[in-house]
Every structure is written in C-alpha cells, then in structure tokens.
C-alpha cells in the first residue's frame, strides 16, 4: 500500500563554497550513460545504413535533453529530493507506469548483451567460446565488485565512468584523425543542416526512429537519474540529505528522506543562482557538448569505416565489424583501440543502468510503499542491483536462444523510455513552475524549451502507439 508522501520542509540553502571542477561528477555520469547507448548502439548503425541524412536528429535529440536534465536539477538543488516524489505528490498512477515500464525494461538488458559480446570480441574474437550470456555474467560481475567495494556507490560509478569517458574520448580522437576525411566532415555538416529529412524502411520504421531519437544521449528514465547523482554529490539541498551507503561495508544506510524547500529571502536566491550556475555549466560542457562530440565521433567512425564498404553491421555487431576494417588500415592496433572503446562504452552504460535502476526501485518503495520502509533505501539498493543482473543474465540466455538481436533490446528499451520522458518532461515543468519558491522557478527560455521537448515526446508517443495498434 502507498503512503501519504509528506509535503517539503522549510530550511535554508546551503551555501556554494567549491568551484566548478571541485563539484564536477554529476554530469561527466551522464556523458557515460549516454555514450552505449545512441552514441555506439543506434546511430553508427543508422549512420552506416542511411549515411548523415538523418544527423540532424541525433543533435536534436540531446539539446532538447540538455533542457530536460536541467530542469530535473533545477529541483534537486533547490529540494534535495527526487521529482519522482513530486510526482507521487500529484498522483500515484505516475509512479505505477514508471514502474511498470521499468520492470519491462529489466527484461531487454540491450547494453549488458553487447558489452559481454565485445568483452568476448576483444579477448577471443567475436567466434570465441562462450554463449554470450556467459559473457553477459562476466560484465556483471565486474559492476558488483565496482558497485560493491567502496562505501559509497555513487564515488565508484563517477571514477569508473570517469576512467572510461576518457579512454572513449581519447581512442575516437585518434581513430577520427587516423581514418577521417574533409569529405566526410563536409557530409556530416551537410547532415546537421538537413532538418527534417527522415528515411525509413521495413526494418528502420518510425518507433525506431523515435527510439534513435530517444537515445540520442541518454533517454527515457536515464535522464531523470541526474537527481540522485546531484543529492550524493551534496549539490544545493542535496547536502541536506544522507548520501547512499552501501550496506556491505557500513551500517551507517539511510532512510529515504523527503526534501525541503527554501525560504523565500534574498540570500536564498542568491545561493540558488550559484547551484543552479553549476548545473547549467556541468550541463553544457559534461552532456551537451561532451555528448555531442564523443556521438559525432562515432557516426563519423561509422561514416569513414563502415559505409565506404558497404557494411552495415549486423546488429549488435557494430563494434567487431569497425574493429576489423580499421585493422586493415591501422594494422593490429587499431583492431584492439576499437575493441576496447566499444568495451569501455558498452560498460558504462551497463554500469549506470544497473546504479541508476537500482537507485530508482529503492527510492520509489522506500519512500511510497508501507511494505518499503522495513527496510533501509541501501539495503533495498543491494537486493534490486543484485535483480536486475540476474535478470539481465537471464534475459539474454532466453533471447540469444529465441534469436532476437541485442540491437532489438535497444530499439525497445528506447521505444519504453520514449513514453516515460512524455510523461515525466511536462511534469517536470509543471512541478517546477508551481511548487518550487518564485525566485527559482524557471524562465521563459527554459519553459520554451520545455514545452517544445514535451510536444515533441507526447507527439512521437501518441503517433507511435498509433501505428503499432493500426499500422
């Protein structure tokens, strides 16, 4: 049974005393997310199939997502809380259709199948021994020991994505300056211009379009994790909330706690403005552009590697096939750098995915279902980790042996998400402009943008939907 949600407490902003790089971590998790998802999984692929025609809505896809995830900050620096509570505050039927989409979404593991395959790839070949959810199994196990070492999961996420962002961002650089052309550059601009253009066929169908546009960054729930890395960073209020501990090495684990809400005076204002700083600068230099880039720099791979040769990778074989047509150019090594950005990018996704379900399915029932507060947020983190890789091993044993591929786990994972951001962008903005204290409410740009992400996710759903019911 759910619980009365409590309204926000009044308390005072902290005060901003770090500087930007002493705060960053937030976002440099999010470019992680981001980068095995759209940036590796669905847009080389859609690149090497169609060329750049379609570029223009893979940069569409993470401004419009900038918007978003500022606005989520927005509420978490100024409430220490998760919009998920403000949502609940409105009606419990949202947080039953998070959860239901989630919970299919532990079923198509999408990210955790092709990083076992590119762990296989790198070590073996993609021919090596194993089926591929043993390989799957392997990932998994890597997470729980990174998830599970330290006392604090969020500092074991930021380091290890952090380590892997910057192994992705280095090998594309190379890669592009190694293989790259001016022609090519050329045809990317062209793409990025050609707004609009849409090309789809029996196997690219629109849902798929709307998932590649999802996915162009980080899409669907993933987005509204930005929150929980804010509070565990101690970002605004969030330094008034107990930070997730976990539960193998303290007992120090904390209850989930409702937010606050600043006093309306000019001093709280003004430390607002200085949270909110960060965020728009972790944002735009982390998400968007950092994002932008490392998305570019694999549809570039694609366009001089894969297209040229009239490959388009089989699916869930992206990496493999990139790896061995740079070996021809780039000798062995230039086999092994790919393989191991695809590892690194593949892993980052699965790591996030599993932290922030985790996070997710532990603060919704510790904090809106009487049968939740038995038990500590951290505890329930533990047991829905520990799920979610179970189920991720054994989704891919079912799939790999049914023959569905693990870039049709993308497409639908992304398709699910795409209904979660239709409900949660509008609801975001109207939290945002009505519960928050006047002097942090967004401002007219930000509502522009907003509104213009909503039309865009309700209107993609609703003519999906309508397509797949009448199609």
């Known amino acids: ?140 196990g890597f997470i729980a020991l990174i998830l599970f070492g330290p006392k604090q999961m969020y500092r074991a996420v930021e380091r290890a994505i952090g380590i892997m962002v910057l192994v992705i961002t280095i090998g594309l650089i190379y ?122 720099l694999f549809m570039f791979g694609a366009l001089t590697v894969l297209r040229p040769a009239g490959i388009v990778p089989e699916e869930g074989q992206i990496v493999w096939d990139m790896s061995v047509i740079l070996e021809s150019s780039l000798g062995t090594p230039g086999r092994y750098i790919f393989l191991l950005i695809g590892m690194a990018a593949l892993f980052s996704s699965q790591l996030g995915g599993v932290d922030g379900g985790a996070r997710t399915w532990s603060y919704l029932l510790g904090s809106m279902f009487k049968f939740g507060k038995k038990r500590t947020q951290s505890q329930w983190y533990l047991i829905f980790a520990i799920m979610f890789m179970v189920a991720g091993t054994a989704s891919t044993a079912f799939f790999e042996v049914t023959g569905v591929s693990a870039l049709g786990f993308i497409f639908n994972a992304a398709l699910l998400g795409g209904f979660a951001m239709a409900i949660y962008v509008p609801l975001t903005l109207y939290v945002n402009l009505t519960k928050l204290p006047k002097s942090a409410r967004p401002k007219a740009l930000n509502i522009v943008m907003m509104l213009i992400a909503s039309t865009v996710y309700v209107s993609f759903t609703l003519y999906t939907i309508w397509g797949l019911i009448f199609g």
């Open 175 to 296: 890669v592009a300056f190694s293989v790259g052309t001016w022609d090519a550059v050329k045809e990317m601009g062209r793409g990025l211009v050609n707004f609009g253009h849409i090309e789809l066929d029996d196997e690219f169908t629109f849902a798929r379009f709307f998932g590649a546009v999802v996915f162009a960054g980080i899409g669907g729930a993933g987005n509204l994790w930005y929150a929980f890395y804010l509070r565990d960073k101690n970002i605004g209020m969030g330094g008034r909330i107990p930070v997730l501990a976990n539960p193998l090495r303290t007992h120090k684990t904390a209850e989930v706690q409702t937010g606050f809400r600043y006093h309306e005076t000019p001093e709280n204002a003004s430390r607002f403005r200085r949270w909110m700083r960060f965020v728009i600068q972790d944002q735009v230099i982390f998400f968007w552009l950092g994002n932008t880039f490392t998305m570019f």
């Open 1 to 140: 049974m759910p619980v009365p949600i409590p309204p926000l407490r009044e308390e005072n902003l902290p005060e901003r005393k770090l500087s930007f790089w002493q705060l960053a971590g937030p976002g440099a998790i999010m470019i992680g997310l981001a980068i095995g998802a759209g940036e590796l999984a669905v847009w080389p692929w859609v690149t090497a199939k169609f060329g750049t025609v379609m570029l223009w809505a893979a940069a569409l896809g993470v401004f419009l997502q900038l918007w978003i995830n500022i606005e989520i900050g927005r509420w978490a620096v100024v409430t220490g809380e998760h919009p998920y509570t403000s949502y609940a505050r409105m009606s419990m039927t949202v947080i039953y259709a998070f959860l239901t989409l989630g919970f299919v979404g532990l079923f198509l593991p999408g990210w955790a199948r092709m990083s076992g395959a590119a762990l296989k790839a790198l070590i073996f070949g993609p021919d090596g021994p194993g089926p591929e959810w043993f390989w799957t199994a392997v990932t998994f």
